[in-house]
């Protein structure tokens, strides 16, 4: 992401975030490459921020049509029957995308996600997938720590009002303001060592703290579920609850931890919880954009591992999961 400055007409349009984060961490933005796997309500609205921030390009994938659920979360997607019949959930969020910032190149990948090789995910900076099965998410995080230079990874998912992000910055050195022992403002370098997705979930239940999110746990049932079942996300509905109890017993004797970590008020939810609910998406597509554009400055203190948001009681909580040794 070294190169070239900031143009006359970048440093114009972004004069107010250039005073805020400096011409540094723009003119790594302004040359940054995303990539975006998913196009759910959640991931537009992080589409929408990171666009107006100033990057250098954003691919999308998501070559599925558009349906109801995606009308109701996806503001990106304007409600025109004849146009919505003939192009993909990427080519119409696209299209939208670009009035926000013509600055920043938005196009479209088409094909599937997991048959793409190494050479393909190396021209990215930061690699984000939603909508996506718990074998592609491994997968993918997988390939992008293959690669020779780092490449940040995120995975991103909303179930009715709760969220749910995961990231990956690999060994991840950044700066950050403090005071030094004279009370005066000095920058320090700090470094982070992140384990991968497959390593995080890997982590036994029994050695996490009491204190870690319900959610943490609910969401690796429902991600166990829909893979046993051959689910795609979200292909699954109240009918199906009886079973996933059934597994969430059997995950708890497992792991030795107490059913009550995982309320079955909760499960039911997110069993129910289909589509998206627009307040959430906004609020941890958010998240997720202030994430990456740290990732991308190396300034301020980045998320570490998980960030979870639940819409009942208005939280949004970070956990570290992780093994001892990092």
């Not at 992401?1 to 970048?10: A, N, S, V």
């Not at 984060?21 to 537009?44: C, E, F, N, P």
């Not at 599937?112 to 592609?136: N, Y």
């Amino acid at each position: 992401m070294d190169g070239e400055e900031l143009t006359e007409q970048e440093t114009a349009l972004y004069d107010r975030q250039i005073r805020v984060w400096g011409a540094d961490a723009q003119r790594r933005l302004s040359k940054s490459h995303i990539l975006v796997y998913g196009m759910k309500g959640t991931v537009a609205e992080f589409c929408k921020n990171i666009v107006l921030a100033g990057v250098g390009s954003l691919t999308l994938m998501d070559d599925r049509a558009v349906t109801e659920d995606a009308l109701s979360s996806n503001f990106l997607i304007l409600p025109d029957e004849n146009l919505c019949a003939e192009k993909t959930l990427a080519e119409l969020c696209c299209n939208s995308l670009k009035e926000f910032n013509p600055m920043v190149r938005v196009s479209v990948e088409k094909g599937d996600l997991s048959s793409f090789g190494g050479d393909f995910f190396d021209k990215f900076d930061v690699v984000i997938v939603s909508c996506c099965t718990l074998a592609t998410k491994k997968l993918i995080n997988e390939k992008c720590r293959k690669l020779s230079k780092r490449v940040a990874f995120y995975a991103v998912d909303c179930r009715d009002s709760c969220g749910e992000i995961f990231v990956d910055l690999q060994k991840y050195i950044y700066t950050k303001k403090k005071l030094d022992e004279n009370n005066q403002p000095t920058t320090v370098e700090c470094e982070l060592q992140y384990p991968s997705f497959q390593e995080s979930i890997s982590v036994p239940w029994r050695t996490l703290p009491r204190r870690v999110s319900k959610l943490y746990f609910a969401m690796r049932v429902i991600e166990r579920f829909e893979e046993s079942e051959g689910r795609n996300p979200g292909e699954i509905s109240i009918e199906d609850l009886p079973a996933v109890l059934k597994l969430k017993k059997e995950i708890c004797e497992a792991q030795s931890l107490n059913e009550s970590h995982i309320p079955n008020a909760l499960l039911e939810r997110l069993v129910m919880g289909r589509r998206e609910f627009p307040p959430v998406c906004a609020i941890v597509g958010g998240i997720l954009g202030q994430e990456v554009i740290k990732a991308i400055s190396g300034k301020g203190d980045p998320l570490k591992n998980f960030f979870f948001f639940d819409a009942m009681d208005g939280k949004g909580v970070i956990e570290d999961i992780s093994s001892p040794n990092l």
